[in-house]
């Protein structure tokens, strides 16, 4: 399935910096993981069945994902309380931010035109995104299998 929108970053580029509130309501930024690999998902809804299955695949590979020294971050346009929700029922053990005003979507190009049964809407865009330590895009995962998405991004490392 193709993605519906042209990325406008590509590998090398510099990754947009950002500033969000956490599941906590914690002000988290990019510069926060400097020096550190960054995984940032982005992914259309919480508690959804294809989110779900991606955030759980993070979880339960996440102790691999620190090992190799990755952190991981998870991006919806849902407001810090249904983050919330969601890490506690699923027990997320990484930071998922909240991005009601669509910055960070629209920063990193993974907002646009979707079709769901038929409806056609704007949308988040589920796009995966590995920075490297110097802030750089070092892979981009423009189609994302839910079930097999954890996986794959950990061969990548």
Not at 75 to 79: G, I, L, Q
Not at 117 to 128: F, N, P, S, V
């Given at each position: 399935?193709?993605?519906?929108?042209?990325?406008?970053?590509?590998?090398?580029?510099?990754a947009?910096?950002?500033?969000?509130?956490?599941?906590?309501?914690k002000?988290?930024?990019?510069?926060?993981?400097?020096?550190?690999?960054?995984?940032?998902?982005?992914?259309?809804?919480?508690?959804?069945?294809?989110?779900?299955?991606e955030?759980?695949?993070?979880?339960?590979?996440?102790?691999?994902?620190?090992?190799?020294?990755?952190v991981?971050?998870g991006?919806?346009?849902?407001?810090v309380?249904?983050?919330s929700?969601?890490?506690?029922?699923?027990?997320?053990?990484?930071?998922?931010?909240?991005?009601?005003?669509?910055?960070?979507?629209?920063?990193?190009?993974?907002?646009?035109?979707?079709?769901?049964?038929?409806?056609?809407?704007?949308?988040?865009?589920?796009?995966?995104?590995?920075?490297?330590?110097?802030?750089?895009?070092?892979?981009?995962?423009?189609?994302?299998?839910?079930?097999?998405?954890a996986?794959?991004?950990?061969a990548?490392?």
């Open positions: 399935m193709a993605t519906g929108i042209d990325l406008k970053l590509k590998v090398g580029d510099a947009p910096a950002f500033t969000a509130s956490s599941q906590e309501g002000q988290v930024s990019l510069s926060d993981f400097k020096g550190q690999k960054v995984i940032l998902y982005f992914y259309p809804k919480d508690d959804t069945p294809g989110c779900t299955r955030a759980c695949g993070f979880r339960d590979h996440y102790a691999t994902f620190k090992k190799k020294g990755a991981i971050l991006v919806s346009t849902d407001p309380k249904s983050h929700k969601f890490v506690e029922k699923y027990q997320l053990p990484f930071i998922l931010l909240a991005d009601a005003d669509q910055a960070l979507v629209k920063a990193y190009g993974v907002w646009g035109p979707k079709t769901f049964m038929g409806r056609k809407y704007d949308g988040t865009h589920r796009i995966t995104f590995l920075i490297g330590p110097d802030g750089r895009i070092q892979q981009i995962w423009p189609k994302v299998k839910p079930d097999e998405h996986s794959e991004v950990l990548a490392l």
